[in-house]
């Protein structure tokens, strides 16, 4: 495994054992060990789009692990192929750097990095994709359920890069995913496909916010509005109405239903205050797992 770009061309048993080391890693650091396995590595980390969690736990997954973390920021460098070609960033980078981890807006930014660095290239979100998101998503899901084959997911919300991920992790790790969206902005056909061919009845489109929770285990949403989409705030707002995650809501789940949310959290639109604050909300120990997921997968890239 070279890099880390999609869940879709990532293995089904090298999933499971970043599932695996994420475990590992998670107890190891709660009792105050450590694993030194990337000192005298670096990381050089890209940022197009603002970031709290992925910026943070990447810099203190790389410290814990004894390395380090380099963020740059694209006018740091006079723009990410703007003053000078993304191939020949990737390949100066190569020579500086154990990893480059990039935040871009165009997917192609990440697939071109990887093919021009010779150092393993990490995708931290792009406009299609969020692979890192999903995986700690999943390892999440993980310590909730008892297995996590057969978990159902109702994303309700926007079919974006999140719900993307989510969906080929949903296929490639046995869970089922419904996605809620309003009419025009579902889940991509292509993703659907390519999900229901890895694993049949994996990943399904509804319009029906309501139907969608009524047997599921996990309620998950997301912004209605991805860094860049902010043009378009005001037509979203009012396409997404009816498809808030609200007490309302939450009401036609099972009991027991645990809410997720990526964040950052847009308190009164896509999710009010009291469904983020109630005990079945575990997005806190969601953000949380972004830190062990990737501490595991910097292990297995770099180390
Ligand atoms: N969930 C997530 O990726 O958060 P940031 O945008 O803060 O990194
Ligand atoms: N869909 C959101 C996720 C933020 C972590 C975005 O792309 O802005």
Redesign the pocket.
């Known amino acids: 495994m070279k890099h880390f770009l999609s869940i879709i061309d990532c293995p089904n048993d090298r999933l499971k054992e970043l599932l695996r080391i994420s475990t590992r890693l998670k107890s190891l650091y709660s009792v105050g060990g450590t694993d030194l396995c990337l000192q005298g590595k670096t990381l050089a980390m890209l940022f197009e789009?603002p970031s709290l969690?992925t910026r943070i736990s990447f810099q203190v997954a790389m410290t814990d692990l004894g390395g380090s973390a380099i963020y740059v920021k694209p006018e740091d460098i006079g723009g990410i192929g703007k003053r000078e070609p993304i191939k020949d960033i990737a390949r100066v980078l190569s020579r500086y750097v154990s990893g480059i981890m990039a935040r871009t807006f165009e997917h192609s930014t990440v697939t071109e990095l990887a093919e021009f660095a010779t150092v393993p290239v990490i995708n931290a979100?792009t406009?299609f994709s969020?692979p890192c998101?999903a995986m700690a998503d999943v390892f999440t899901i993980s310590e909730q359920c008892e297995d996590i084959k057969g978990t159902k997911i109702a994303f309700i919300g926007?079919g974006?890069?999140?719900a993307r991920s989510l969906a080929f992790a949903s296929a490639k790790l046995g869970m089922k995913m419904v996605v809620a969206s309003p009419a025009g902005y579902e889940l991509d056909a292509e993703t659907i496909e390519k999900a229901n061919q890895i694993s049949a009845d994996s990943v399904r489109q509804t319009n029906d916010p309501g139907a969608a929770v009524l047997d599921t285990d996990i309620i998950y949403t997301?912004?209605w509005v991805?860094?860049?989409q902010e043009d378009e705030k005001q037509k979203r707002q009012a396409d997404f109405a009816g498809f808030q995650v609200n007490a309302e809501l939450v009401k036609s789940a099972p009991a027991n239903v645990k809410i997720m949310h990526?964040?950052?959290a847009y308190r009164g639109l896509e999710i009010t205050d009291e469904v983020i604050e109630s005990p079945n909300s575990i997005m806190f120990d969601q953000a949380e797992n972004r830190l062990h997921f990737q501490r595991a997968l910097l292990k297995k890239l770099l180390s």
């Open positions: 789009k969690r979100l406009d969020h998101q926007d974006n890069n999140v997301d912004t991805s860094m860049g990526c964040l950052p």
